[in-house]
């Protein structure tokens, strides 16, 4: 039995959890504090106040957090993180090699944000949650997920308004993009996301954020029969012979490359020179800024309705 005092603000959260419901109804509408949010594992977090030092872990988790203008009240950030600027300068609990568990509770957070895809940032659930720090657990398999994390962000902090700006924002530029190609064909589309040695590709399936993209986008992603993040051999994109080729690369080489692979010249997409590199940055964030990587893939898909190529 864990008989450590609790603190004041641990015995005024047990004191407000009995006033919580526990069902997805107390979750849709918040209402004041304490209120109880519930996150992507079906946890039930009770929260007595706002909290004012948030750490956040994993990049699309930070871009949320900030978006949300939270910038003052996170107290850490972890995982590789290149944006936004500002979360540069917040100390770091750790990243690809792992995280401080007391780095972490040296900073006396309030709330804990992190996800699955770090499993060893899930390792900081249980102790965290021992101690009486509410740890929000976010999963961003698609984009409706994506608008779900925005939303229970805001509910977990308190920045409702916020979160229903910034989703206003995200679907009206989803909106204006589909507006913009409707009525056209769909071409199809392969997504490589990286290539590795001996002719293996990684793409994505249904149920990705970056599928649901291309969607948006007005395409159909030729591998949309696999789910999630797989690995594609060269035959399999030859097979589906795809009329667009967009491939993300951290530092974007020449299209020519990708059309001098053996074999692809037959491609439809090389024959017709829709060949498209883009910068992965943030298209495999799966944050706010997706709403950026669907105008691209768009371009790229439609060039005629946006005005120019990506």
């Known amino acids: 039995m864990n008989t450590a005092p609790r603190s004041p603000a641990r015995r005024a959260l047990l004191a407000g959890a009995a006033l919580c419901g526990v069902g997805r109804e107390a979750q849709a509408a918040a209402g004041p504090w304490p209120r109880c949010v519930v996150d992507a594992q079906g946890r039930t977090l009770r929260l007595a106040a706002p909290p004012q030092r948030i750490v956040a872990i994993f990049p699309s988790n930070i871009e949320i957090v900030f978006a949300l203008g939270l910038e003052a009240r996170v107290a850490a950030i972890g995982g590789r993180v290149r944006y936004p600027e500002a979360a540069l300068a917040k100390p770091s609990v750790g990243g690809a090699l792992g995280y401080s568990p007391e780095a972490l509770a040296a900073l006396k957070p309030d709330l804990i944000v992190l996800t699955p895809s770090h499993g060893s940032a899930l390792g900081l659930v249980e102790?965290?949650?021992?101690?009486?720090?509410?740890?929000?657990?976010?999963?961003?398999?698609?984009?409706?997920?994506?608008?779900?994390?925005?939303?229970?962000?805001?509910?977990?902090?308190?920045?409702?308004?916020?979160?229903?700006?910034?989703?206003?924002?995200?679907?009206?530029?989803?909106?204006?993009?589909?507006?913009?190609?409707?009525?056209?064909?769909?071409?199809t589309v392969y997504l490589e996301t990286a290539a590795a040695a001996r002719g293996a590709y990684q793409t994505v399936g249904r149920g990705h954020y970056a599928d649901d993209a291309l969607a948006c986008a007005g395409g159909r992603n030729v591998f949309s029969d696999l789910a999630g993040a797989q690995q594609v051999s060269a035959e399999a994109v030859l097979l589906r012979d795809p009329e667009v080729i967009v491939s993300l690369q951290a530092v974007p080489k020449p299209a020519e490359e990708i059309a001098a692979r053996p074999g692809w010249s037959r491609l439809r997409a090389v024959r017709e020179g829709r060949v498209v590199v883009l910068p992965r940055s943030h298209f495999l964030i799966p944050g706010p800024r997706q709403t950026e990587a669907v105008l691209a893939y768009a371009r790229a898909l439609h060039p005629q309705a946006f005005g120019a190529a990506a």
């Open 127 to 187: 102790p965290f949650e021992r101690a009486g720090v509410a740890v929000l657990v976010l999963a961003h398999p698609d984009l409706a997920a994506v608008r779900r994390n925005i939303d229970l962000v805001g509910r977990a902090t308190g920045s409702e308004a916020a979160a229903a700006a910034l989703l206003a924002r995200f679907d009206g530029s989803l909106a204006a993009i589909r507006q913009a190609w409707q009525g056209r064909p769909q071409p």
